[in-house]
Structures are given as structure tokens and as C-alpha cells.
């Protein structure tokens, strides 16, 4: 863009503010948790990544480099489940529902990140970092049947915990079995306290390291990955909303006493929830919208994308068919406006755009003011010559919208 946007202010899940996210380096630096990948990209999920791509490109209009890297959790109990129910090997199930993932994120042209870092080839640094732990005294062991025992964090040990997601105790319990914690095992110091290294299971796969022959805990992964590829005190950690206890939470705090000098992120960004038939989509209860399913239907990917960008990325909402006819309509509005030989003054659309995008990715602003631009060039507005030309260049770089 010839123009150059404003710094990019975001909520801060942590603090409930908007901080303005000037990198503190060279280069931005986001982490986005990825999927599991056992079943089709649904649009919940789209909305996220589409979201976290805004941001992306919010920091390169304001003139930043990005460095982007994304976790795939391609091991853990829900892809193993599911693969023992559908008699499927899990690692081709992980390997297929992954490239399916990857084949849904760029025909929503979502940029993709430098580094997708699966957990299996991360085992090594979440074995290192879970022996730092280790020497630091927050890890301890709770016994299984055979006497080895898993490995635990205590939170006790990180004096911040509770600072990602500002939650009572009362509320931490409450939700922690809902979102795969086991509050109720027997041998936990804290009912709070997570998996680290779940030791070998009969029919589950195993590794064999220093913690004995297992397999790593979820939130350790992306305490790992973040830290190897990203560094002390990026710049965001972002997903869903629902990920901010008791994943964000508890990867900061594995983090943070693994490295007590350094916070784990500068600042936590969410994304609001996508419900289907007044609940959240989900895979565990089947209410699900797939990108790959409306593509194979026929439905322009830009048309998806913009249904998406016409609800901000931290509301929750509920998709509806009307969703997509109206994202649709305006779609070839748009297309229709941005082919005329000349259109409406640009100057006000471009910063009005950029600032939008700027302030919190407040993307239905941004596309109410593209849409107001196409309104007054269909009405016969043709003063700007090559008009069409530029606003194309502008939804595409700021929005992700190819027209």
C-alpha cells in the first residue's frame, strides 16, 4: 500500500484493554495455537485463523515484518480416539486432515505461517523444557497402574498464574474438566495442576526420553514450540476464546517457570466463538459448517471469508445461510464497482480502511466502508480515474479479499 497504516492497537485478553502492539524488535511476533487435526476445518475455526491473518496483515501495512508460527497438535487423545473409531492409522488421519486444513486456510487466503510445527517432531524440546522444570521443583509425579507414574505441573509454582485469564479458582474448576484437565485424579497436589508426560498406554503411541517412554501433555507443546521458534516475550499468543484457560494459562505459566526472567507473551489476543444451531460449533457434538464442504458445493472461498470479516473476531456469534447470501451479494457488488474504469475518491476509503483495521482489526467497519465506496461508484460517482484498480490492491492487502 502506498500508504502507511497505524500502529495496531488489539484487546489484551489479560489486562481486558486495547495495547497498541509496536514489536519490540525488527519483526512482530505472533503464535497462534493450531488444530488437532482429526476431522475437517470447520468455520468456527476459519473465523480464527482469518482473524489472527488480519492482525498479520495489520503489522505489515503498519510497515513491520512478521514472524508467524503455528503448532498441529498431531498427537493427543482426541485424534487417537479418533482413528480407533474409524479404523484409521492416526498419523495418515493427522497427515490428511492437516493438508485439508492447509487447502482450506489458502483458498481463504489466509497467509500462511513461516513455521507449522507439529508435536511429534517438537517431543525433544518439550522434553528439555519439561527437565527444566524438573530442576526447578515444579514437576512431580502422580502413579499409574504400572508404578511409573505422569508427570505434572504445579501451578503453585508460577507466583503470575491466573494473570491470562483473570479467572477465580471457583471458575477454573468449574471449566478445567470441560476443556481436558482432570481435576478429580487422585494423587494431584493441586486439582489444578496439568499433564506434562503421560507415560506409555497400552495401544498408544510412545517416545522413548529421559521422562521415560511416553507422550507429552497439550499445553507443554505450545509452551515449547512458541519459546524455540519465537523467543522470550513475543508478541502475541492468539486462538479461540476458548482457549484462554485452561491452555493459555497454563502454557504461559510452564513457560514462564521454565524461564522466570522472561514473560511469555507480550499480550493475549482471542477470537470469539462461532455457534451453529445456538450452540458452539464443535466437533465433539457434530454442529459443524466445513470450509471444504461449502467449497465443494460451489461457494466462492471469498465469499466465506467475507461473511467472516462482516462479524468482529472477538464477538461470538451464530452463522446463518443468510450469512453467506448476503456476504455473496455484496461479494460481486464489490467485483462489479472495482471493474468500472474510473470510481469515488479513494483517499477517504484508504484511511478510513487502514484506521479501522488498525483499531482493534474492527473488520465489518472496514467492509461497511468499501461497501459505502462501491454504493457511490455504482451510482455514477466515476471522478477518481483507475479508482477500481486501487481498491482492489486495498481489500486485498488489508482485508485478504481477492476481487
Not at 21 to 30: E, N, Q, Y
Not at 88 to 96: F, G, S, Y
Not at 189 to 206: G, H, I, T, V, Y
Not at 337 to 349: E, K
Request: net charge negative; hydrophobic share 40%.
Amino acid at each position: 500500500m502506498p500508504v502507511r497504516a497505524p500502529e495496531v492497537r488489539v484487546h489484551d485478553s489479560s489486562t481486558g484493554e486495547l495495547v497498541e502492539l509496536v514489536p519490540t524488535g525488527d519483526t512482530a511476533r505472533m503464535y497462534v495455537c493450531g488444530i488437532t487435526p482429526y476431522d475437517a476445518t470447520h468455520l468456527g475455526h476459519a473465523a480464527t485463523y482469518v482473524a489472527f491473518d488480519l492482525l498479520n496483515r495489520a503489522w505489515r501495512s503498519a510497515g513491520h515484518d512478521v514472524r508467524y508460527v503455528q503448532n498441529v497438535t498431531d498427537v493427543d487423545d482426541p485424534l487417537l480416539e479418533r482413528a480407533v473409531e474409524t479404523g484409521q492409522d492416526w498419523v495418515e488421519l493427522a497427515e490428511r486432515e492437516t493438508e485439508l486444513f492447509r487447502t482450506d486456510m489458502e483458498a481463504l487466503r489466509v497467509l500462511p505461517p513461516d513455521e507449522y510445527i507439529g508435536a511429534v517432531e517438537s517431543i525433544p524440546l518439550v522434553v528439555s523444557m519439561i527437565e527444566r522444570l524438573r530442576e526447578s521443583g515444579a514437576v512431580y509425579a502422580v502413579p499409574t497402574e504400572d508404578g511409573e507414574g505422569d508427570l505434572y505441573f504445579a501451578v503453585d509454582a508460577d507466583p503470575a498464574f491466573g494473570a491470562v485469564s483473570g479467572w477465580s479458582r471457583e471458575r477454573m474448576l468449574e471449566i478445567f474438566a470441560e476443556r481436558g484437565g482432570d481435576p478429580e485424579r487422585p494423587g494431584k497436589k493441586n486439582a489444578l495442576d496439568c499433564l506434562l508426560w503421560q507415560q506409555e498406554r497400552p495401544d498408544d503411541p510412545a517416545w522413548t526420553s529421559s521422562l521415560g517412554r511416553g507422550r507429552p501433555g497439550w499445553h507443554i507443546e505450545c509452551s515449547a514450540i512458541a519459546r524455540e521458534h519465537l523467543g522470550a516475550e513475543f508478541d502475541v499468543q492468539g486462538g479461540g476464546s476458548d482457549l484462554v484457560f485452561p491452555h493459555h494459562e497454563m502454557s504461559a505459566s510452564e513457560a514462564q517457570v521454565a524461564d522466570p526472567e522472561h514473560r511469555f507473551a507480550r499480550a493475549y489476543v482471542h477470537a470469539g466463538m462461532v455457534a451453529l444451531d445456538g450452540e458452539k460449533m464443535s466437533k465433539s457434538k457434530g454442529n459443524l459448517e466445513l470450509v471444504s464442504r461449502l467449497r465443494e458445493q460451489g461457494v466462492d472461498p471469498m465469499a466465506i471469508r467475507l461473511a467472516l470479516l462482516r462479524h468482529h473476531y472477538r464477538s461470538d456469534w451464530e452463522w446463518t445461510p443468510a450469512d453467506l447470501e448476503t456476504s455473496t451479494a455484496l461479494l460481486e457488488r464489490l467485483r462489479t464497482a472495482t471493474a468500472a474504469d474510473g470510481g469515488a475518491d479513494t483517499v477517504p476509503l484508504v484511511t478510513g480502511v487502514l484506521a479501522a483495521m488498525a483499531e482493534d482489526l474492527d473488520a465489518p467497519r472496514a467492509v461497511e466502508l468499501v461497501s459505502h465506496w462501491a454504493d457511490a461508484t455504482l451510482d455514477g460517482d466515476q471522478k477518481e480515474p483507475g479508482a477500481g484498480v486501487l481498491v482492489r490492491r486495498l481489500v486485498d492487502a488489508a482485508l485478504g479479499l481477492a476481487l
